[in-house]
Nanobody
Framework: QVQLVESGGGLVQAGGSLRVSCVSS????????MGWFRQAPGKQRVLVAN???????TYLDSVKGRFTISRDYVQNTIYLEMNSLKPDDTGVYYC???????????????????WGQGTQVTVSS
């Protein structure tokens, strides 16, 4: 099993920058993809950025060129560097980890998604 803890959200003016972090603990070896999702008030949660175990990244079209996701495999941490922030970037940012299926002792864990508790990012106009 995996535990995720985010940090680094806050209030920033449009055009500013923020970096959010997510530390994973537990069965890190079995983590495949990690990513950041955003949920704005009254809207569905959407994938903002994803990074695979091999370091391949994908981004939501609206954040391309402004956001950068990175992964530190030693510190078991992912980061989302957000630049040129816009009011539409406002929302709760959730860290996500996808694990492979694996055995731990005699217990089998199926592939699944894990979520952090979320960190609020507010961009004022």
């Amino acid at each position: 099993q995996v535990q995720l803890v985010e940090s680094g959200g806050g209030l920033v003016q449009a055009g500013g920058s923020l970096r959010v972090s997510c530390v994973s603990s537990g069965d890190n070896f079995w983590i495949l993809d990690m990513g950041w999702f955003r949920q704005a008030p009254g809207k569905q949660r959407v994938l903002v950025a994803n990074i695979t175990r091999d370091g391949f990244t994908t981004y939501l079209d609206s954040v391309k060129g402004r956001f950068t996701i990175s992964r530190d495999y030693v510190q078991n941490t992912i980061y989302l560097e957000m630049n040129s922030l816009k009011p539409d970037d406002t929302g709760v940012y959730y860290c996500n980890a996808k694990t492979d299926g694996y055995w731990k002792g005699q217990t089998h864990y199926s592939p699944r998604d894990y979520w952090g508790q979320g960190t609020q990012v507010t961009v004022s106009s």
